[in-house]
T-cell receptor
Framework: SQQGEEDPQALSIQEGENATMNCSYK?????LQWYRQNSGRGLVHLIL?????REKHSGRLRVTLDTSKKSSSLLITASRAADTASYFC?????????????FGAGTILRVKS | DSGVTQTPKHLITATGQRVTLRCSPR?????VYWYQQSLDQGLQFLIQ???????AKGNILERFSAQQFPDLHSELNLSSLELGDSALYFC????????????FGPGTRLTVL
């Protein structure tokens, strides 16, 4: 079963607009990671934010994390057609031994040119 | 290109058969993870290995097994295949077994007929 829920399930915007995707999760985590997937291909790692961080930037990406609300958001600024993809949040739950990622269902982003 | 390689890219087989999926982690990464992506279950963690030893187990069926070899490559063996095993199988790797980013390979698309 998936821990995360992502909102919205699908998002359609015009090129140049900003896109915001939200993720909620259920258990305590070490970190939260965002991935992009183009049409059933491999997952591309975008950014990792640790549980003691509140905000992180990477190029046109901005991620926030609110551990009290167990939620995160991914903002893509000045979107491009090439940003069209599925975006997944993945949490790394605190485990006694080992590690795993628990994925949300993903947000399908379509950027129209 | 994440540096994680997976072979084969595509695999078509029949029910009841057995297949082996192969993964080579990024240079320097000691931990390997296997995930399954299907339409109904989404992305699910299967199993983690670190430096040859099993570290964490997820929703992996008894018909499935994995191992990590001394050269750090990993294999996922799927036996007595069923139609429902059709999915994308991803391998990921990370530097250490706990807090770091996981980088994903391009995946193996398994079709069971």
């Amino acid at each position: 079963s998936q821990q995360g829920e992502e909102d919205p399930q699908a998002l359609s915007i015009q090129e140049g607009e900003n896109a915001t995707m939200n993720c909620s999760y259920k258990t305590s985590i070490n970190n939260l990671q965002w991935y992009r997937q183009n049409s059933g291909r491999g997952l591309v790692h975008l950014i990792l934010i640790r549980s003691n961080e509140r905000e992180k930037h990477s190029g046109r990406l901005r991620v926030t994390l609110d551990t009290s609300k167990k939620s995160s958001s991914l903002l893509i600024t000045a979107s491009r057609a090439a940003d069209t993809a599925s975006y997944f949040c993945a949490t790394s739950p605190i485990m006694e031994y080992g590690n795993k990622l628990v994925f949300g269902a993903g947000t399908i982003l379509r950027v129209k040119s | 290109d994440s540096g994680v390689t997976q072979t084969p890219k595509h695999l078509i087989t029949a029910t009841g058969q057995r297949v082996t999926l192969r993964c080579s982690p990024r240079s320097g990464d000691l931990s390997v993870y296997w995930y399954q992506q299907s339409l109904d279950q989404g992305l699910q963690f299967l199993i983690q290995y670190y430096n040859g030893e099993e570290r964490a187990k997820g929703n992996i069926l008894e018909r499935f097994s994995a191992q990590q070899f001394p050269d750090l490559h990993s294999e996922l063996n799927l036996s007595s295949l069923e139609l429902g095993d059709s999915a994308l199988y991803f391998c990921a790797s990370s530097v250490n077994p706990t807090y770091n980013e996981q980088f994903f390979g391009p995946g193996t698309r398994l079709t069971v007929l």
